[in-house]
Nanobody, 122 residues
Framework: QVHLVESGGGLVQAGGSLRLSCAAS????????MGWFRQAPGKERDFVAQ????????SYANYVKGRFTISRDNAKNTVYLQMNSLKPEDTAVYYC???????????????WGQGTQVTVSS
C-alpha cells in the first residue's frame, strides 16, 4: 500500500504552466500504475493521464494531449504532471492515484491523494 500527497497547485493565468507533484510513501511505488485525475465542481472525476509501472508508457485524455506531460521518478517515489498552455477549463481539483491495473477508469484506482486545487484565470 502507498500513501500519496500532491503538491504544486495554485492560481495561474491562461497560457501559463504548473507542475504538480505526487509524493508516495512505501517501498512498492515502482510496481504501481499511476494516474492523474481531475474534478471540477458539480462534475464527474475525469481521467487526465496515466503512466505504467514498468517502462513508463504514458496515455492522455484527448483534452490535455500535447499540453500535459506525466512522468515518474521511481528513485524519488514521485510522479509529476507538467501542465502547459493552461486553459480556464482546466480549473479543477487534481488528484493522483495508484492502481495495480492498467486503467484510465477512476474506479480501478484504490489509493488516492488528498487533491490539489488548480485555478486558471482568463
Amino acid at each position: 500500500q502507498v500513501h500519496l500527497v500532491e503538491s504544486g497547485g495554485g492560481l495561474v493565468q491562461a497560457g501559463g504552466s504548473l507542475r504538480l507533484s505526487c509524493a508516495a510513501s512505501g517501498r512498492t511505488f515502482s510496481s504501481y500504475y499511476m494516474g492523474w485525475f481531475r474534478q471540477a465542481p458539480g462534475k464527474e472525476r475525469d481521467f487526465v493521464a496515466q503512466i505504467t509501472s514498468d517502462i513508463g508508457t504514458t496515455s492522455y485524455a484527448n483534452y490535455v494531449k500535447g499540453r500535459f506531460t506525466i512522468s515518474r521518478d521511481n528513485a524519488k517515489n514521485t510522479v509529476y504532471l507538467q501542465m502547459n498552455s493552461l486553459k480556464p477549463e482546466d480549473t479543477a481539483v487534481y488528484y493522483c492515484a495508484a492502481s495495480q491495473q492498467d486503467s484510465s477508469t477512476w474506479r480501478e484506482y484504490d489509493t488516492w491523494g488528498q487533491g490539489t486545487q488548480v485555478t486558471v484565470s482568463s
